[in-house]
């Protein structure tokens, strides 16, 4: 168990429709990453929140967006979805912002479906 | 950003060593070799990290060669919770600097 909880674990919806993922972060982890994962782009970084404050960009689309909270958990708003948005969406925390040596940890992930 | 080669996938038999190489040729001074581990339906997993040292934890040694341009992650005795995709990463030590996966080696472990 890495400490980071991720819900819900799936998720099925229509095309054109919005979701929210959610992502608790371990205690005292202060940075938080959204990552894609889809069978043919690999695991592919999307954004990175630190403190409530958005720390770095990825690939992500227009239509998604993320936000972390005062107590730090953090949402991936994904919306107008398409079939081509239905992945794996992993959740990863660390203590700090992004220095070289520290670890990340992954929640479990949410499998999205898009019919 | 500094990218890093790896074979598509390795075979091993179980209980025997393993090492999985990667190269890094355009490796700067500042980044850190990082490997992760990725089980069927589950999200990547730590498993070590150096600078220039060699590095031994209880789940791998990292070989670094001298110059930095490739390195060796050896898993002492293969076992089949072992069968993953290995990702060797490099990571600078700028605020901010995420993990870039590529595609790793699937490591598949025979009984």
């Known amino acids: 168990d890495s400490g980071v909880t991720q819900t819900p674990k799936h998720l099925i919806t229509a095309t054109g429709q919005r979701v929210t993922l959610r992502c608790s972060p371990r205690?005292?982890?202060?940075?938080v990453y959204w990552y894609q994962q889809s069978l043919d782009q690999g695991l592919q970084f999307l954004i990175q929140y630190y403190n409530g404050e958005e720390r770095a960009k990825g690939n992500i689309l227009e239509r998604f967006s993320a936000q972390q909270f005062p107590d730090l958990h953090s949402e991936l708003n994904l919306s107008s979805l398409e079939l081509g948005d239905s992945a794996l969406y992993f959740c990863?925390?660390?203590?700090?912002?992004?220095?070289?040596?520290?670890?990340?940890?992954f929640g479990s992930g949410t499998q999205l479906s898009v019919l | 950003d500094a990218k890093t080669t790896q074979p598509n996938s390795m075979e091993s038999n179980e209980e025997e060593p393993v090492h999985l190489p990667c190269n890094h040729s355009t490796i700067s001074g500042t980044d850190y070799i990082h490997w992760y581990r990725q089980l069927p339906s589950q999200g990547p997993e730590y498993v070590i990290h150096g600078l220039t040292s060699n590095v031994n934890n209880r789940m791998a040694s990292l070989a670094i060669a001298e110059d930095r341009k490739s390195s060796t992650l050896i898993l002492h005795r293969a076992t089949l919770r072992d069968a993953a995709v290995y990702y060797c990463?490099?990571?600078?030590?700028?605020?901010?600097?995420?993990?870039?996966f590529g595609g790793g080696t699937r490591l598949m472990v025979k009984p």
């Open positions: 990863a925390s660390s203590v700090e912002a992004g220095t070289g040596y520290e670890k990340l940890f």
């Open positions: 990463i490099l990571r600078n030590n700028n605020a901010g600097n995420m993990l870039t």
């Open positions: 205690s005292g982890d202060l940075s």
